[in-house]
């Protein structure tokens, strides 16, 4: 009975490095994404979560590779938009669109998979630490990783006799693809985020994908938020 990782945004940055994880210590990993996880050995389901048809790839995905009785299922909530907006100008359909991603996707998938939650399987949500905190000129961004807080707690709740457990994760700067599109690739500025940490560096994606790999492994963290930000200067 071999225990699975189903990870979303496996594609590139910590998901890719969280697949790289699960997989070394020999858990079967599922990505779902457009492009594909260059991971051997990964299951790529090539899907849009933005648009509508991504259920029936990951639903018949999820039959053919996991079964019925199987092992442990780490269900891991990763992929996210991050765009430049503000509260006060938020279209409804932009805010539809980074919601739908970011929100209404791991709500779904939790539902899809329930069958498949097993006692010590665990649910986590990649949050931020614009989870709890909010910066100008990313609007969305902060609502929906607020929101993950709450069905993070939520899903905690309704997962009572199960033995499942779910934490929210929430990273810092972490030199990714994202965090270097979302400041338009100026090294300049990058070089100032790093020094917003009191190690005065970026955090490795790796360093991130075994922190989601130890909460996945330990169900005594279960219906809590943890920050792994390498101690973020507050200004
Ligand atoms: N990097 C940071 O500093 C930082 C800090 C705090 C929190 N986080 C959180 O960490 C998580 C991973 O971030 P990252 O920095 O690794 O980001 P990233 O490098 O941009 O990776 C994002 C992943 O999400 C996938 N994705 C995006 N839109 C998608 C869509 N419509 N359909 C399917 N997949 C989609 C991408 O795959 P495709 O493009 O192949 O579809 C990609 O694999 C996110 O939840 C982010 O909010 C990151």
């Known amino acids: ?13 910590i998901g890719r490095e969280a697949a790289a994880r699960f997989s070394r210590a020999g858990w079967g990993v599922m990505n779902v994404s457009r492009k594909p996880c260059p991971v051997p050995g990964v299951v790529n389901v090539e899907a ?11 639903g018949a995905a999820l039959k053919d590779a996991l079964g019925p009785g199987g092992g442990r299922l780490s269900l891991v909530h990763n992929a996210a938009l991050y765009e430049h907006d503000d509260a006060l100008s938020l279209s409804a359909a932009h805010l539809r669109r980074v919601l ?7 709500a779904r998938l939790n539902s899809m998979v329930r069958s498949h ?17 909010a910066v100008k000129g990313a ?20 997962l009572v006799g199960m033995r499942v457990h779910t934490v929210c994760i929430c ?13 338009g690739g100026n090294q300049a500025i990058l070089e100032s985020v790093a020094k917003r940490t009191t190690f005065g560096r970026l955090i490795n994606p790796e360093e991130i994908a075994d922190v989601l790999f130890f909460c996945a492994n330990t169900p005594v963290l279960n219906g809590v938020v943890i920050h792994a930000h390498l101690g973020q200067i507050e200004s």
């Open 100 to 106: 739908e991603v970011n929100v209404v996707v791991p």
């Open 171 to 183: 990273p810092g700067f972490t030199d990714t693809e994202m965090l270097r599109e979302h400041i």
């Open 1 to 13: 009975m071999a225990d699975w990782a189903l990870i979303t945004g496996a594609s590139r940055g």
């Open 48 to 58: 849009d979560l933005s648009l509508p048809g991504w259920e029936e790839k990951v």
């Open 139 to 158: 609007a969305s961004y902060a609502i929906s990783k607020h929101a993950l807080v709450g069905l993070m707690r939520a899903t905690c709740q309704d």
């Open 117 to 133: 939650l097993t006692e010590g399987s665990s649910i986590l949500y990649v949050g931020s630490t614009l989870s709890e905190k």
